[in-house]
């Protein structure tokens, strides 16, 4: 095994998991090659195979230092791989949709500990999407094209994405745009307090086009589960950014114009408590975004699993919950307004 694989655990752990799950599918959606090696991006895809059915897509290690959005996915892998052995309910469930994993998007900027993949392009800022507002000088964290030497670069050309993103960008297109109702939880870890669940748009600081619809799904979220430890808020609350995926996914799904819903949400984890508890994590890159110790490790891959089984049953009960009159939807946008965007927003 060469030096870089062997960095990486989480590619190993992945495709020894995947002859667990005979009866569904799996793919090798890209190769990412970096000097003489080849890494590959995995999907992993349970339950029915109709395109057309409600489905869940999550995914990981979009930026290689939070290996912690990984390794929850792959703890989650191995939870449903038990309950497809014997759970009579999640078999059902799914007869009635699919659920999609491509737990790690990134393998090579994992192994390498970047943020950025393997040439330095941070994927989340590779899209063709730009923010409503430009940037300021002093403003690079919302994407630049000065240099990949510096972080959250977006590439050199406008319009040319990544392997990494547009491979994303196209299963995505591929597997959720026929979908009656999808969501995508693509899980991430940062310094802010609290986990957050963002939905789009990262661009723009107006309500995107599913507002309405994100917010029925958290109060849902608030009704079924009442102590959830969740901060749901639109991405824009912090800074708008340039190259977002998700709201270049989200725009071309309603270009594609079928009147079906997508809601791509992103699932911040707090690295905060991980290091502010064993500040010794501050000395290394990896430990601002990631738990070093064994049991935060294992409290932050079971932590999740009620929200993912959560919207698991909401994706399947759609038709139930989802905002169908214009009345109704008009009346959870200025809700939404009131809660998200009150006027004067930066
Ligand atoms: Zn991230």
Redesign the pocket.
């Known amino acids: 095994m060469s030096n870089l694989r062997a960095r990486l655990s989480e590619l190993t752990t992945l495709e020894a998991m995947l002859p667990d799950f005979p009866g569904h599918a799996h793919r090798v959606l890209a190769r990412v090659q970096h000097g003489s090696e080849v890494f590959p991006i995995h999907a992993i895809e349970l339950g029915a195979q109709d395109r057309r059915l409600p489905t869940l897509a999550f995914v990981g290690g979009?930026?290689g230092l939070?290996r912690i959005g990984t390794q929850v996915l792959l703890s989650y892998l191995r939870t449903l791989k038990s309950a497809l052995g014997w759970d009579e309910a999640l078999n059902h469930l799914l007869t009635r949709m699919r659920l999609l994993f491509v737990p790690l998007l990134n393998p090579v900027g994992m192994a390498l500990g970047l943020?950025s993949n393997g040439r330095g392009v941070d994927l989340?800022r590779n899209s063709p999407s730009n923010a409503d507002r430009g940037s300021r000088w002093f403003e690079l964290h919302r994407g630049q094209r000065l240099s990949p030497y510096l972080p959250w670069y977006r590439g050199q050309t406008e319009g040319e994405m990544e392997l990494e993103a547009h491979t994303l960008c196209r299963y995505v297109e591929e597997q959720l745009f026929d979908s009656e109702f999808a969501i995508s939880v693509d899980v991430?870890?940062?310094f802010l307090p609290g986990d957050r669940i963002w939905f789009p748009y990262a661009r723009s600081d107006r309500p995107f086009g599913r507002t309405p619809e994100v917010l029925a799904l958290s109060q849902l979220l608030e009704q079924t589960h009442e102590h959830h430890v969740y901060t749901i808020e639109p991405q824009c609350i912090n800074y708008t950014t340039h190259g977002d995926l998700w709201d270049h996914v989200f725009d071309r799904h309603e270009i594609h114009g079928s009147g079906k819903v997508l809601l791509p949400l992103t699932l911040e984890l707090s690295s905060r408590a991980w290091y502010t508890k064993n500040p010794r994590q501050l000395a290394s890159r990896i430990g601002l975004f990631h738990p070093v110790k064994p049991h935060r490790l294992a409290r932050a891959q079971r932590r999740h699993k009620t929200l993912f089984d959560f919207l698991m049953r909401c994706v399947l009960s759609h038709r139930r919950w989802l905002p169908t009159s214009p009345a109704h939807r008009a009346a959870l946008l200025a809700q939404a307004e009131e809660r998200w965007f009150t006027p004067g927003d930066p």
Do not use: I
Request: hydrophobic fraction near 25%; glycine fraction near 12%.
């Open positions: 979009v930026h939070e943020r989340m991430h870890s940062g």
